[in-house]
């Protein structure tokens, strides 16, 4: 792929030769002003010319490397704009990922041989990206299932954010016994004999599962930068070259960030990320941010890692929750006092910040928090601001974020929580959540992500399908027509509007002159397969700041090496990421439609070698020699 397979392109001695050209391609730039092309050029990390082969040519020198994108769709680099990136790095290699998988019966067989390799005082982790509804049997594992695949290793399957089933090693290794009391907002499910039976449940708070998780294994030196390093190749793999990193739970500053921090140091990310911070202790959020704001500031670092202010929870007792199998949770009466202390401290000392909100209730009582501060002068004070999630955001909800100069971020937790929120909330409720149409009416900018790892996958294009046709991962039809948004909308809320919300939109987001060079050359074409193939879709090359960072098909070997995945059990090492499914099987009939086509088709080309006497014309019935008896 490195050669020059076209009579014309030939190296110049040139002294601004071009690094890398693509060519060949079926390029959506984004761009309004040249919206489609065939190949471009990059030099230093940055796009030098966007255009067709005549364009690029003159660019080209002897160390040039070109690379023919085959005729193939190729598309800015996806930008993940909710992406718990830095947290999934860090324990990446230690998963088995169930994404993708179709059945539960392919899943206890993965897990049931991962056990078989775990050594003892490891657990096999089943955490997000997945949910019942995908599997063919349309339930969650039982306890005896565990046991009997891994009746001596502690196994822990994390179900979205409403449960987790253990095996009873993994109780023993958690220290859950009769006598362990149920924590605050969770459950433990015990039997008759008062026994912990394995089933965790978030009552409405998913705590519970996070905290008894946090008692694995974790990664320690090397092992954590190998792991890093192996997940930014398996998101690079989607095409994505950019995520904003939403902090999260059991993420503390500086310390879980100091892998991403050496790695971009030493010039090995291969994604594009900017970071926020989230206060970890209930009781102690201002204080932290007050540190905070005196070590770093928001547009810190570089190109590759930046800080891109705090969140996505300011104080914990302002957050909801999002387990859409219990009533939504009433937040204290009191709450505003303390949140309105930690928005005025990063509004007087310029910081950003992004907040989760997944009810209208909450985001209500938000909004009049910023409304007074804004009565002030004081908000948004030429701060970048935005809501995640708002699943049930109200129209007048969003004048208010208008009028503030807010932003939205949606996340596809509908694609794997669709079912509990329909059954909970109605179809009526289901249509507009969360109201996507609306906020791009009066418009917001709204950026898309999938908030993996633990609840969705990591794969953006079961995102982009979701955002296209409304649909869960199960196939349930949830948002209409008139609430879902067309595919070059959808990928404008994965590439421009993701980089609005760091305030990189003049450097990145499109493929243009002077914009870094972040592309993705696709599997398939994004604008013309089916609906359900949207989520099937990969990356073939993807390219970040000029250097390509994952390379398939036709174009292995072209990608920068990596470590191998350690430690050498890990399930990723022996099962990789993401489980890629194949096309979906035709109906019968469809099938039957096509077989018809391809007879009439055949009819026709031999009726039109005889007429031009190419062939005999006795070949007018059918004959197999093998009947020929």
């Not at 007074?372 to 935005?386: D, Q, T, V």
């Not at 959808?490 to 003049?506: P, Y």
Request: glycine share 10%; aromatic share 8%; proline share 6%.
């Amino acid at each position: 792929m490195s050669t020059m397979p076209v009579g014309g392109l030939v190296p110049h001695a040139i002294d601004d030769a071009a690094d890398l050209v693509v060519r060949n391609a079926k390029i959506h730039t984004g761009d309004p002003g040249r919206p489609h092309a065939e190949a471009l050029a990059i030099r230093d990390g940055i796009i030098t010319v966007v255009g067709d082969d005549k364009d690029v040519a003159p660019h080209i020198g002897a160390g040039t490397k070109v690379v023919d994108a085959l005729g193939r769709r190729m598309i800015p680099g996806l930008n993940d704009s909710h992406l718990h990136v830095i947290r999934g790095g860090l324990n990446y290699v230690l998963e088995l990922r169930w994404d993708g998988v179709r059945s539960l019966r392919q899943g206890l067989a993965m897990l049931r041989e991962q056990a078989a390799r775990t050594p003892k005082g490891q657990w096999v982790r089943v955490v997000g990206g997945w949910s019942a509804e995908q599997f063919a049997e349309r339930r969650l594992p039982t306890v005896a299932e565990l046991n009997a695949a891994a009746p001596d290793t502690p196994v822990f399957v994390l179900h979205l954010y409403q449960s987790a089933v253990l095996n009873r090693a993994a109780l023993k290794a958690a220290g859950f016994t009769r006598d362990t009391p149920d924590p605050k907002g969770g459950q433990i499910v015990r039997g008759r004999d008062g026994e912990p039976t394995g089933m965790l449940l978030a009552a409405p708070s998913a705590l519970i599962l996070y905290s008894t998780l946090a008692k694995a294994p974790v990664l320690q030196g090397e092992d954590r930068k190998t792991s890093t390093r192996h997940f930014l190749r398996e998101l690079n793999r989607f095409g994505l070259t950019s995520a904003i990193d939403a902090a999260g739970g059991f993420q503390n500053f500086p310390d879980n960030y100091a892998t991403v921090i050496e790695l971009a140091k030493a010039g090995q990310l291969s994604l594009r990320i900017a970071y926020h911070l989230f206060p970890q202790t209930p009781g102690q959020e201002i204080d932290d941010l007050a540190r905070w704001i005196e070590m770093v500031r928001p547009e810190d670092g570089d190109e590759w890692l930046r800080l891109n202010g705090a969140g996505e929870n300011l104080t914990w007792s302002a957050a909801d929750f999002e387990n859409f199998t219990q009533p939504r949770p009433e937040l204290a009466s009191d709450y505003e006092a303390e949140f309105e202390k930690a928005v005025r401290l990063l509004m007087e000392n310029g910081w950003g910040f992004r907040l989760h909100a997944t009810y209208d209730e909450t985001i209500r009582r938000d909004l009049a928090v910023f409304e007074k501060l804004a009565a002030e002068g004081l908000f948004p004070a030429g701060n970048r601001w935005l809501f995640d999630h708002a699943e049930t955001v109200s129209a007048d909800s969003l004048d208010r974020i208008a009028a503030l100069g807010g932003a939205m971020s949606v996340q596809n937790r509908l694609s794997f929580q669709g079912e509990a929120f329909l059954r909970r909330y109605g179809l009526g409720v289901a249509a507009d959540a969360p109201p996507i149409r609306a906020m791009l009416d009066r418009g917001l900018t709204v950026g898309a992500g999938t908030d993996a790892t633990r609840v969705s996958s990591y794969n953006p294009w079961v995102a982009l399908h979701w955002l296209v046709s409304g649909r869960s991962v199960g196939d349930l039809a949830l948002r209409p027509p008139s609430n879902r948004v067309d595919r070059q909308t959808a990928l404008a809320m994965f590439t421009r509007a993701g980089a609005a919300l760091t305030g990189e939109d003049e450097v990145k987001g499109v493929l243009r002159p002077g914009y870094y060079a972040d592309l993705a050359v696709l599997s398939e074409d994004y604008f013309a397969v089916p609906e359900p193939d949207i989520a099937r879709i990969e990356s073939l090359l993807t390219v970040t700041g000029g250097r390509i960072v994952y390379a398939a098909a036709e174009y292995e070997g072209l990608d920068e090496d990596l470590p191998p995945v350690s430690p050498a059990w890990s399930p990723v090492a022996h099962f990789g990421g993401y489980q890629a499914s194949r096309r979906a099987a035709l109906p019968g009939a469809r099938q039957a439609e096509l077989l018809g086509q391809a007879v009439a088709e055949s009819e026709q080309h031999r009726q039109w070698r005889v007429a031009r006497g190419l062939t005999p014309d006795a070949a007018s019935t059918p004959f197999d020699p093998c009947f020929d008896l």
